[in-house]
């Protein structure tokens, strides 16, 4: 049996954050946007976990959370779609970077 799923978590993490804007920008409910940003960010940490361990997963996890905190000042220089599009873009790559670097865990002994 594969530990590796499907979809990467660079992916779910770019998709978090765009569909979270778009739900929420749809629905004009920002609590519909923030639930969608919320489950991705927790697959995405349980696979940056599987894939490199904790630490990885604490730092992935802060960036993820810290580009949909510094979407909202960017967008009101930038714009909010060219605001969005940038933190996905920088999420996405810092998961591709990290999850490639960080040697992969091996559950039979715990690291």
């Known amino acids: 049996m594969s530990t590796r799923s ?3 978590p660079s992916a779910v993490a ?3 954050l765009v569909g979270g ?3 929420a920008r749809r ?3 920002r609590d519909v946007g923030g639930a969608l940003f919320a489950a991705a960010g927790a697959w995405c940490a349980r696979e940056w976990y599987r894939a490199s361990g904790p630490v990885p997963m604490v730092g ?3 960036l993820y959370a810290a580009a949909m905190g510094g979407s909202h000042p960017l ?3 930038a714009g909010a779609w060219p605001s969005v599009v940038a933190v996905a873009a920088v999420a996405a790559a810092a998961s591709e970077l990290v999850t490639r ?3 992969p865990r091996d559950p039979a002994i715990g690291r």
């Open 6 to 8: 499907a979809a990467p």
């Open 14 to 16: 770019a998709v978090g």
């Open 21 to 23: 804007f778009i739900a």
């Open 27 to 29: 629905t004009g409910r």
């Open 60 to 62: 992935l996890s802060a």
């Open 75 to 77: 967008a009101k220089k």
């Open 101 to 103: 670097i960080v040697p």
